[in-house]
């Protein structure tokens, strides 16, 4: 089945600075990668996707980029506030959702 | 808020019992998600419904069941609880069949002592 990688598991960075979680997968047919946020105490919610057929997408801060060839995607975070700081999966659709194992990414004032 | 509702917030029992957990789609919604999410092995895709009928299976144990109903909310029932069983049980929902946006609910904490 498909395997999710995700690195780093935590990840420190000072305010306006950039961030960047990378993932790998497996499954050459996996169509659609998601990216959430999960802040303490609540459900991880979706900030970021991009489909198979394009490479890059971009929303106000956050950017999405994807290699088909080397089966990976990378989340881009610019310009980081404190209000960043969260826990991060990527994750992969090939008929299920996998994720990844998880980023704490952490931004200091 | 999503608009996914989960109840119980959290529930505490024993090994070997029976629990239910109950989700809330947001309106609309005609899939919903069941993960599992414990420290150890992350977000674990457990089962999927569509409009009642189920559609996709992860790693769900033969112990846990599911169930959409036809006002499209659905129930997990996790039996002969042990200790392992013990995580945060996430419900999500999304208007697609495949692969979408997925609104998660809160999410239900199962301790089992």
């Known amino acids: 089945g498909e395997n999710v990688e995700q690195h780093p598991s935590t990840l420190s960075v000072q305010e306006g600075d950039s961030a960047v979680i990378k993932c790998t997968y497996s499954d050459s047919a996996s169509n659609y990668f998601p990216w959430y946020k999960q802040e303490l105490g609540k459900g991880p919610q979706l900030i970021i996707d991009i489909r198979s057929n394009v490479g890059e997408k971009k929303d106000q801060r956050i950017a999405v980029t994807l290699n088909k060839t080397a089966k990976h995607f990378s989340l881009h975070i610019t310009e980081t506030q404190p209000e960043d700081s969260a826990v991060y999966f990527c994750?992969?659709?090939?008929?299920?959702?996998?994720f990844g194992t998880g980023t704490s990414l952490t931004v200091i004032p | 808020d999503s608009g996914v509702t989960q109840t119980p917030k959290h529930l505490i029992t024993a090994t070997g019992q029976r629990v239910t957990l109950r989700c809330s789609p947001r309106s609309g919604d005609l899939s919903v998600y069941w993960y599992q999410q414990s420290l150890d092995q992350g977000l674990q895709f457990l089962i999927q419904?569509?409009?009642?009928?189920?559609?996709a299976k992860g790693n769900i144990l033969e112990r846990f069941s599911a169930q959409q109903f036809p006002d499209l909310h659905s129930e997990l029932n996790l039996s002969s609880l042990e200790l392992g069983d013990s995580a945060l049980y996430f419900c999500?929902?999304?208007?697609?069949?495949?692969?979408?946006?997925?609104?998660f609910g809160p999410g239900t904490r199962l301790t089992v002592l």
């Open positions: 994750a992969s659709y090939i008929n299920q959702f996998y």
């Open positions: 999500a929902s999304s208007v697609e069949q495949g692969f979408g946006t997925q609104y």
């Open positions: 419904y569509y409009n009642g009928e189920e559609r």
